[in-house]
């Protein structure tokens, strides 16, 4: 039993809710009265229901965000329909910005911003039988310096099995339109002699997967050496992983950078736009020179994993202005490309260019662009689409050679969204398509549609799939390497022998 229950759902059960711990560990003579429970948004939400009020809180506090917002709106609605008398607080991003823009009424207190201090004030009344008036409670951002570090409210079970996210800072100084910490420009350090004890005791504890969740984690040099320091100290195998923006390494931090071993660091390099106007008009910085330097020195000179993000359907991109991008970014890196689609994040400025660019958002969660005066619905489709077929071809990993076989030498862009659209026609689905039946789909279209040699791309699938032991080809692939032919075996041929390896495959294939 516990007098406040701290809830969300997550994104996914790996995943851990660093505010929620937060808010306990500074919820003073609360805490102990105070339990964490946290879903993800695949749970049913009556059994989630459930599960909140067996523990019998007079309070529930929900962390609301884009890709929880519909499911905790009807969560909400089952709790005080079988309990009214339970108080539900919300806080998060998606209760932090009028308008609301999720049917929230059935809440009692929404908490604005940062939530320890005034979640605390607010549970205090509460818990003294005062109900306070003013439902929405406005931002009263903390002092980091003044918080209980978090990391204590890790379980044996979230260190060992989930990941453990961490901050050593909060706010942006910069100001790019779509991006909810645009809003918050003043950048807050937690006291970094405390903040490295709190990483010692969780490395002691057993941690190794360690998510930063500063956003601009490379801008302070003091904190950022501090902290490498750190990690470079440690035994791998570990996996820390930061987000850093494209134009601040300088030598000191690039020397560190060197050292971490394979499979140790990860990096997520924002770009979102190489445009230098499209840049302009959503207020983001955009150094052209050092993107190219640094993404050179990144992949050559380090061994991170890096990870790089585009966004579609920015203001006054067009779709082969996103395109242009997208080539540029495959001739400076092989790193993993997030194509993302832009989002219209509660309160930020992006909101400014609704008009003069005929921005149309989705109006349910998680807000996604459905159009502009540059991309229509069905161009803008079929982009959202091509995110996905790259995530399962590129981003994999699992065809590096034959998914360039798509455009050779030549337009990435042009190459795959053809392939993309290709591959849509044949599917209707953007997902649940097995890695044996994308290799057939991919040999098919590079040798029925672009006529390619068959046995070239047989090898270049195969060899591709077989960089992992013990992975079985698809029959139409063995079929045609079979054959040996320079051209593909005719269509009756590659069928019967496809078939007869199947049977043969049926128990192994997955
Ligand atoms: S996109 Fe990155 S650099 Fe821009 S405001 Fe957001 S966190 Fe800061």
Known sequence: MADIVLSTLNARYIHTAIGLRSIRANLKEFRERTTIAEYTISDQLIDVAEKLLALEPRIIGLGVYIWNGLQVAQLIRIIKAVDPGVIIVLGGPEVSHLPLRLELESADYLVQGEGENNFYRLCRELLAGHRPEQRLIPPDPPDPGRLVLPYD????????????????????????????????KTVRYFPLEAFLAALETLWQRGARNFKFIDRTFNLQLATVTRILDFFLAKEPPYLVHFEVIPDHFPPPLKEQLRQFPPGSLQLEVGIQTLNPEVAAGISRRLNMDKIRTNLRFLEQETRAHLHVDLIIGLPGESAQGFGDNLNLLTSLTRAEIQLGVLKKLSGTAISRHDRTHRMVYSPLP????????????????????????????????????????????????????????????ETHSTWKISLKRMAELLYRYLVEELQQEGTRIAEAIAGDLQRIQGRPLPPLIRAQLKTGSKKPAPAQAITEEAKSIGRRQQKHLA
Not at 161 to 171: I, K, N, P, Q, W
Not at 386 to 403: A, C, E, I, K, Q
Request: glycine residues 6%.
């Open 366 to 425: 998680p807000y996604e662009i459905l159009a502009t005066d540059q991309i229509d619905f069905q161009e803008m489709q079929g982009l959202k689409r091509l995110t996905r077929f790259w995530d399962l071809l590129y981003n994999s990993g699992n065809f590096p050679r034959s998914v360039r076989l798509l455009w050779e030498e030549g337009d990435t862009f042009q190459g795959f969204k053809a392939f993309s659209g290709w591959l849509y026609q």
């Open 153 to 184: 409210e890790y379980l044996d079970e979230d260190i060992l099995h989930r990941v453990c996210y961490v901050e050593a800072s909060r706010g942006c100084p910069f100001c790019c339109e779509f991006c909810l910490s645009s809003m918050d």
